[in-house]
Each structure stands twice: as structure tokens, then as C-alpha cells.
């Protein structure tokens, strides 16, 4: 038996007698009980189910939960998820990083695809700047951990963050809310609906977020970390008969924050020791930073009879980014970038929706239209040339997917499905070096290039067969337990940094990577629905994975976009919720992942061939724990007001930020929150106190490396947030 076999049959034994020693503790109707736990639905499979009958793992995170926990925004979902990470991206300040059992993508650049796909009610979002969404106005967050082909598409083949906003209600609602906190936080967020007739009714949001930096830079005075977000989202529903909904939605969202430059973990060349404060920093390149994004959808829903929903979304985003990133954070320009992008895209879906007495299902076609472009100078004082890169890539995206459940008995049930995908694109890449410091399209002198490194425009299409089918049995009423199989699809493209005379290969583009999913699974409620326990156990074979390098030269920057080979992921998922007392809850959540590289084949630049370097290569942004827990306790008072509070604690064992080890890699680490909320007895205030990260814990959750003396060795970190607390003031009525 191979060793794959032997970790889920491991596993799958594992819950079989986990699921018989609960079958002893079923008892009385437990929905006649207060001190239990609410079930949870969620819409994983595009349509309504309860979370325990759900094939998939899912963590499921309402608005309460994060307001009683003081969420701020998506980068949270890494401490309430296991085997997640979600984070701003390195020099960035909203730029989304997101992975998902090993399985993500680090370079945000235009062009390149997620592997954690993002939606907003449904709607995709291709777009990495500006992603990291601010947390308002918002019903809950799922994170669907595996590769969710089948039902959401390429580019989800580590799975998939659906932020779901409020729905509007029958009744007029509003909501206000003020924060005052460290680094002289301010924030105001409002947010309301009403129905206009029976048949038309509005709502919308705006959320101001700004604070001070937590660091300054020393060298222009400007904040470092600081916050300057304007968001808002208007929408309308429409309701012309009992079984015909249309519901508009708008949102944009405007980030004015400073650039973010790192600190500098090394000497300066004149020997001069690292910064002491590690959010502070010396960058010269400038502090202009500026983000936004927006977008508008339109879903309509007819309800064809009891049986059959039809669904159709249409939606268009676009956005633009204008920054600076000084990767040698010092004032010369030995490293310096300045940068912009913008994108665009239409999507379309319509969706089928079957549900029977036995047989419920799903089927639909996707179309994407969707333009990713940029450009930036990579100015290098030592060679005293400045490199400017930039491009565009169009992608034409359509897709047919089903997916259908199936009970056999009232216990046993089997579910099948298919998606195929394909992608056209056209890359257009151009890279040329400019003597001095700045090309002329960033204010330098009007000259023509000295070297033209690449230039081309090329197409290629991708296209690929992504099914899921799984065995879900009732071991009890509460108690099931699920195997599954899926395949993940991540499409290939064009390297926007690629130099055709350092690697010529690069104007071929590269290919596509799939992962072949196996996951075991235990999802039930015991002791009277006191008790929630979620349990999988995954294994995975990731093949062609596209690994991102970028290696100094003595003549510029080589960058690759290696389909490195193959490798195999192991890991195991516990998520836990017990009632302990009436007033007392516990959370807990633990993931082990086990990544390794069977074959890293890079490009050495000597010898222009590829090279097996995998005992060599580490799995980025993967650290083989994470643990959360979370102790809430709810205390009533005489006059029926009440007062929330919950401690949590999370861990995060090693990470290794690059593929290779570096001075960058961030040690084990363990944060620490408080919570306080108090609501009356009418429910119209709340009051709050939270404290995050209060031990004030250092740690890097991203960074540059260009080491040797042309780039001033340079190697640069960016930081998590420092202890901050909070105090906050909400009105609902």
C-alpha cells in the first residue's frame, strides 16, 4: 500500500470510531435546547446546504463572529482557517497573498494567476491589488480549503475566500459604528437598507479607515503602515413577482495610504547597522501610493418551479495601482521601483439549479473577458542604467460546469462533477535598459533604449478537464463522514518581467499547473449539538507548479517562471466548537501540512539548461502548523444587556517566505488577542475594547532578497502588524 494510501486510510479509521463513540450520545431534540450550538449553512456547492452535509472542508465565519473577535480585514481568516495564509503582499498595502494547503501564489504582478481564487458574491476577482478587503457590511466569509475546479473555476486549485455581503431586509435597518484606537486609528463605518414598495428596496455602505504609521520613514518623514481607506457599496433589489429577484451592486474602494517600504535586515554599504525600530525604514524612491477598485454586478434569479432556480450574474471590475517599492530602502537608488497597473474585466454566469427529492445539482457556463497591464522601472544605481518592463495580458476565459448529488439511500449519497476550461491569451512583453537613473515613461530624459532585452507579443491557449466526485454516509443523524476526490487547474501565461537574452525560452511563455486532490473527512455535532467537531485528512500530487525567481546578474535582474515539476503535499485539519456552559464557548482549529518538492527543475543561467534543485527548495508561505483558540464567554446582566468576552490565541510554526532559505524566513511565532463587547438589552449599542497582538510580537510576513554588492545586499522585511487596541462605538436600529 502506497504511502499515500496508508495516511487516509490512517485518517479514515481515525473518524469511523470517532463517529461510533458519538453515536451513544444523541439524545433529546437538541433544537429544544438554548445552550446549543446554531447550525451553520453555507453555499460551498452554490446552493443552500448545512455545513456538516457539505463534501468540502470549509471554515464558515459570520459578522458577529468577526465583530465580536474585531476583525479587521481578510488577512484574519489566516488565524481562524487552518493551513491558511492570507496576507498584504511585500511593499504593498491591499495587495492580496493568499494560500491554501501549499497551494497560492506570491508574486502579485499583473498578469500572473492566483491560486486562491477571491468572490465577492459570486463574483470573481482576478485581480490581486487591492484585494485585501476591509471587513464591513459583510453576512460571513467562507474559505474552501482544496481545489474547487469544478464549481468555481481555474485559478481556485487551493481553493477559494467567498466574502458574502449583508442582504437587505423587508424592514428599514441602519448601522453606525466608530473606532478610536492606537497610531491615532479613526474609522467610521455606516451602512443601511429600506424597502422603498414591496417591490423595490436599497441599501448601501461607506467605511473610512485611517491611522498613523507604525513606523516613520526617516528619510522623508512620512508614515510608515499607515491607513487612508475610503470604501463604499450601494445596492438595489428588485422583486417584480414572488419568483423573479434582481439585485444591482456597486462598490469601489480608494486606498491613499503611503507607499509601504520595508526595513532592512542587513548593513548599508557604508556599514551602518539595520534600523532598531524593524517598521521603520530609510527609502528614497518617494511615498506616493494610490489604489482603486471597482466594480458593479447584476444577478437575476427566476424561480422556474420547486424544483428549478435559474441564475445569472454579469459583473465588470476594473482598477488601477500607482506606487513606489524601494527594495534597498536606503535614499540612493540602488534598488528602486516605480511602478503602475491597471486591469480590467467582464464576467458572465448562468446557473441551473436543480433540487429533487433525491437528486440536486448544479450546471452552468462562465465567460471572462479581462485585461491585465502595466509597467515599471527597475532603477540600479550601481549599473547606472534603469530597466523598464512592460506588457499586457489579455485572457478569454469560457467554461461549462455541472455538478450533481445523488442520495442513494437517506443515508448514503454520491456526487459527481465536471468543469472545462478554456483560456486564451495574448502576452505582449517589452523590456529595455535606459542609461542613467528612470526610462523617459517615468520622468526620465527623452532617449532611446540602449538595449532592447525583450519584445514580443505571442498566444497561446490552455485548456483543461477538472472533475470532483465524492461518498458521503451518516454514520448518525448528525455525525457524517465524506471521501472525495478533485482536481485543481492554475492556466499558464506569459512572464512580464521575462529578459528573452538572459533566458530565451521566456517568450514561449509557461504552462498550466494541476493538483490531484484526495481528502478523507468527519463533519458532526455531538453531546445534544454541544459539540461541533469538522476532521479531514488531504493528500496531494501538484504537478507543474509555476515557481517564481528573480536573480541578480552583473549586468540586471533574470527573472523566471519555472513550471518547477512535481511535488506532494500531506495534511491534516481539525476545527472544533463546544458549548461548554451556557455562557461559555471554545474554538480551536489545527493544520499540519506537509509539502516537499519530488522535482525542481531551474534554469541555471551558466549552463542554459534546467537543473533538478529540489533537495534544495522549500514550499513558500507554508508553515507545517497553524493552531487557533479562541475561549468566549457571554455574561448577562440584570437589565438584559450583555457582555461578550473572548481571548485568542494563535500559532504559526516556521515559514519559509522564498522557495530558497533566507535571512528572511520567519521563526515560530504566537499572537494574542482580547475582546470586549457590550450590547444592550434592546440590541440598538454596542460598545467594544479589543487589544491585537498584545504581547507585541515581531514577525515577517514578507520580503525582498537581492543580496550582493551591485543591489547593495539588499534584503528587505515587511512586518505584521504591532499591538493595537481599540475602542469602538456601534448603533443599530
Do not use: C
Amino acid at each position: 500500500m502506497s504511502k499515500a494510501a496508508r495516511w487516509l486510510l490512517g485518517v479514515s479509521v481515525a473518524g469511523l470510531m470517532l463517529g461510533d463513540a458519538a453515536w451513544a450520545q444523541q439524545a433529546a431534540d437538541p433544537a429544544t435546547d438554548s445552550d446549543v450550538l446554531q447550525e451553520v449553512v453555507v453555499t460551498a456547492r452554490r446552493r443552500a446546504e448545512n455545513l456538516k452535509d457539505v463534501p468540502v472542508a470549509v471554515t464558515a465565519i459570520s459578522a458577529d463572529q468577526l465583530q465580536a473577535q474585531g476583525s479587521v480585514n481578510l488577512t484574519d481568516l489566516e488565524y481562524k482557517s487552518p493551513n491558511t495564509t492570507v496576507q498584504v503582499a511585500r511593499g504593498s498595502n491591499s495587495t492580496l497573498i493568499a494560500f491554501i494547503r501549499g497551494v497560492g501564489q506570491q508574486d502579485p504582478l499583473w498578469g500572473f494567476e492566483p491560486g486562491v481564487g477571491l468572490y465577492v458574491d459570486d463574483v470573481y476577482v482576478a485581480r490581486p491589488q487591492g484585494a485585501v478587503l476591509d471587513i464591513y457590511d459583510v453576512s460571513r466569509i467562507e474559505v474552501l480549503r482544496g481545489p474547487q475546479g469544478t464549481l468555481y473555476g481555474r485559478n481556485t486549485i487551493g481553493g477559494a475566500i467567498k466574502y458574502v455581503t449583508r442582504d437587505m431586509t423587508d424592514q428599514p435597518t441602519a448601522n453606525a459604528r466608530v473606532e478610536i484606537g492606537s497610531y491615532n486609528e479613526h474609522n467610521v463605518i455606516l451602512s443601511g437598507s429600506t424597502p422603498l414598495s414591496e417591490k423595490f428596496a436599497i441599501g448601501g455602505a461607506v467605511a473610512i479607515y485611517r491611522h498613523d504609521g507604525y513606523g516613520h520613514n526617516l528619510y522623508t518623514g512620512a508614515d510608515q503602515y499607515n491607513k487612508d481607506v475610503v470604501a463604499g457599496r450601494i445596492s438595489a433589489e428588485f422583486k417584480p413577482t414572488e419568483k423573479f429577484t434582481i439585485k444591482v451592486a456597486a462598490d469601489q474602494t480608494n486606498d491613499m495610504s503611503n507607499a509601504k517600504s520595508g526595513h532592512r535586515e542587513t548593513a548599508t554599504p557604508a556599514g551602518a547597522a539595520p534600523l532598531a525600530d524593524d517598521y521603520d525604514t530609510m527609502a528614497g524612491v518617494g511615498d506616493h501610493n494610490f489604489v482603486t477598485n471597482r466594480g458593479m454586478s447584476l444577478t437575476a434569479e427566476w424561480q422556474l418551479s420547486d424544483q428549478w432556480l435559474l441564475k445569472a450574474i454579469s459583473a465588470y471590475r476594473d482598477g488601477y495601482t500607482q506606487t513606489n517599492i524601494d527594495f534597498d530602502n536606503l535614499p540612493q537608488p540602488y534598488l528602486d521601483v516605480p511602478a503602475w497597473y491597471k486591469d480590467h474585466q467582464f464576467s458572465q454566469e448562468v446557473q441551473a439549479v436543480y433540487t429533487g427529492e433525491r437528486l440536486q445539482g448544479v450546471a452552468g457556463i462562465y465567460y471572462m473577458d479581462a485585461t491585465a497591464a502595466g509597467a515599471f522601472d527597475t532603477d540600479v544605481q550601481n549599473l547606472g542604467l534603469s530597466i523598464l518592463t512592460s506588457g499586457s495580458v489579455k485572457t478569454k476565459s469560457i467554461a461549462g460546469f455541472t455538478d450533481l448529488s445523488y442520495d442513494i439511500t437517506d443515508d448514503l449519497k454520491v456526487s459527481l462533477g465536471g468543469r472545462y476550461t478554456n483560456d486564451d491569451k495574448t502576452g505582449s512583453v517589452y523590456r529595455a535598459y535606459y542609461l542613467g537613473i528612470r526610462s523617459p515613461m517615468f520622468g526620465g530624459k527623452q532617449q532611446a533604449p540602449f538595449s532592447i532585452r525583450t519584445n514580443y507579443t505571442n498566444d497561446r491557449s490552455f485548456g483543461e478537464f477538472t472533475p470532483r466526485a465524492s461518498v458521503s454516509y451518516k454514520l448518525t443523524p448528525d455525525v457524517t463522514g465524506y471521501v472525495s476526490y478533485s482536481k485543481g487547474f492554475k492556466s499558464g501565461g506569459f512572464d512580464m518581467r521575462g529578459d528573452a537574452v538572459l533566458t530565451p525560452d521566456t517568450v514561449k511563455g509557461y504552462n498550466p499547473e494541476t493538483v490531484d486532490s484526495y481528502e478523507v473527512g468527519l463533519k458532526g455535532d455531538y453531546l445534544d449539538r454541544r459539540l461541533t467537531l469538522n476532521l479531514a485528512g488531504f493528500y496531494a500530487d501538484y504537478s507543474g507548479q509555476q515557481v517564481t525567481t528573480q536573480v541578480p546578474t552583473a549586468t540586471g535582474i533574470a527573472s523566471f517562471v519555472d513550471n518547477a515539476g512535481a511535488s506532494h503535499i500531506y495534511g491534516l485539519e481539525f476545527e472544533a466548537v463546544a458549548k461548554l456552559t451556557r455562557q461559555l464557548t471554545a474554538q480551536a482549529n489545527v493544520g499540519y501540512t506537509l509539502a516537499q518538492f519530488d522535482k525542481f527543475l531551474s534554469y541555471d543561467l551558466t549552463s542554459r539548461q534546467y537543473v533538478d534543485v529540489a533537495n534544495t527548495r522549500g514550499f513558500q508561505n507554508t508553515p507545517k502548523w497553524t493552531t487557533g483558540f479562541t475561549l468566549s464567554y457571554l455574561l448577562p446582566f440584570d437589565d438584559k444587556s450583555t457582555l461578550n468576552s473572548s481571548a485568542s490565541v494563535s500559532y504559526r510554526s516556521f515559514t519559509q517566505l522564498y522557495d530558497t532559505a533566507s535571512i528572511l524566513d520567519q521563526p515560530g511565532y504566537t499572537l494574542l488577542d482580547l475582546n470586549f463587547i457590550w450590547t444592550s438589552a434592546d440590541d440598538h449599542w454596542q460598545v467594544g475594547l479589543h487589544a491585537k497582538n498584545l504581547t507585541d510580537e515581531r514577525y515577517r510576513v514578507g520580503g525582498y532578497p537581492f543580496g550582493g554588492a551591485t543591489y547593495a545586499n539588499s534584503f528587505a522585511a515587511y512586518y505584521g502588524p504591532p499591538r493595537t487596541i481599540t475602542g469602538t462605538i456601534g448603533l443599530h436600529f
